[in-house]
């Protein structure tokens, strides 16, 4: 499992990792020895665990990758787009796009076809180079060049246009869009307002 691991390199017991953490260490041993499923547990000690250890929330529930991208678990969309709006606050704009260009994980996921989730971070790149008057990064410039077939909304807009109905919720939330988001058929329009 991917924390004995981290543990092992680290040169860190589970007990230390529950200190450091939060997360009690009857939890920790659980996930540890597979009685319990990491990526089954609450999205607060999958964030406690990953701030702990210094990697991703969605590199932490991967089992097993290919170049370094996660290939198992592949976590909803909404809980992708979630844990990339905390990365954004818990580092900063500058610092969360260094990390994300330095670990190339835009072309990662678009080499496996994880097509949303490429997008979806490099619509963000694009916004936060934009809001901090950056120079947009061109090495992905051929990924720029493509969208999705269809247009993916939060799940509250499907949400309410399910119980309504009514065509004109998902036009409003297309209009109010982010444009680096619209680009790629991903209608986004609020990223800075995470819990």
């Avoid at 547990?41 to 529930?61: F, G, N, Q």
């Avoid at 709006?85 to 835009?106: C, M, N, P, Y």
């Avoid at 072309?107 to 496996?112: A, D, E, F, L, S």
């Avoid at 493509?146 to 807009?157: D, Q």
Wanted: net charge neutral; aromatic share 10%; with cysteine.
């Amino acid at each position: 499992m991917i924390i004995s691991e981290l543990l092992a390199k680290k040169n860190m017991t589970p007990y230390r990792l529950s200190k450091l953490s939060g997360v009690p260490y009857t939890t920790l041993s659980d996930i540890i020895s597979n009685k319990a499923e990491l990526n089954k547990c609450s999205a607060e000690t999958v964030y406690r665990l990953s701030r702990a250890l210094e990697i991703p929330m969605e590199d932490l529930i991967a089992h097993k990758t290919v170049n370094n991208v996660p290939i198992e678990n592949r976590q909803r969309f909404e809980t992708f787009k979630s844990n990339v709006q905390h990365r954004v606050k818990d580092a900063g704009d500058l610092d969360f796009v260094i990390e994300t260009i330095e670990s190339d994980r835009i072309r990662k996921y678009y080499n496996i076809q994880w097509y949303p989730e490429a997008l979806y971070l490099l619509a963000m790149i694009d916004y936060l180079c934009r809001e901090n008057n950056l120079p947009i990064y061109q090495n992905y410039n051929d990924i720029r060049s493509t969208k999705l077939k269809t247009p993916v909304f939060s799940s509250s807009i499907n949400a309410m246009f399910v119980a309504q109905n009514d065509e004109q919720i998902k036009e409003k939330a297309a209009k109010q869009a982010i444009p680096e988001f619209l680009r790629f058929n991903i209608i986004e329009s609020e990223v800075r307002n995470v819990v």
